[in-house]
């Protein structure tokens, strides 16, 4: 079965610097397009970045744009998210997140989400 499982969250500072990682699977990883979402206490998940099957194609939130950096290893089956100059509004519980086509229109997994937390 699909399975997404990410690491890496943490406490750190404002500035600073961490990366997540996905570990998928239970599919053909290097078909499909992966994305990264957030949600923070008592609010909506949302999007935080994306990147294409292949080619390195990538998009970013604007809260995101130009500190964040999303990147895949189609042989490892992992996709990492890069995060600098974090900033407090950063905190939230990270999860990766995979859409499959089925016979019927498609199916979202989630992994169990990793909390990173931003403060002084």
């Known amino acids: 079965q ?7 969250g943490g406490l750190v500072q404002p500035g600073g610097s961490l990366r997540l990682s996905c570990a998928a699977s ?7 397009p992966m994305m ?12 935080v970045a994306s990147i294409a099957s292949v080619g390195g194609y990538t998009n970013y939130a604007d809260s995101v ?3 964040f950096s999303i990147s895949r290893d189609n042989v ?7 995060m600098d100059s974090l900033k407090l509004e950063d905190t939230a519980v990270y ?4 859409r499959i086509p089925t016979d019927f229109g498609h199916e ?6 990793t909390h990173v937390t931003v403060s002084s």
């Open 2 to 8: 699909v399975q997404l499982v990410e690491s890496g």
């Open 65 to 67: 744009k130009g500190r």
């Open 26 to 32: 239970g599919f053909t990883f290097r078909n499909y």
């Open 95 to 98: 999860y990766c997140h995979a």
């Open 108 to 113: 979202d997994y989630w992994g169990q989400g």
């Open 76 to 82: 490892h089956n992992t996709v990492d998210l890069q």
């Open 36 to 47: 990264w979402y957030r949600q923070a206490s008592e609010t909506e998940r949302e999007w």
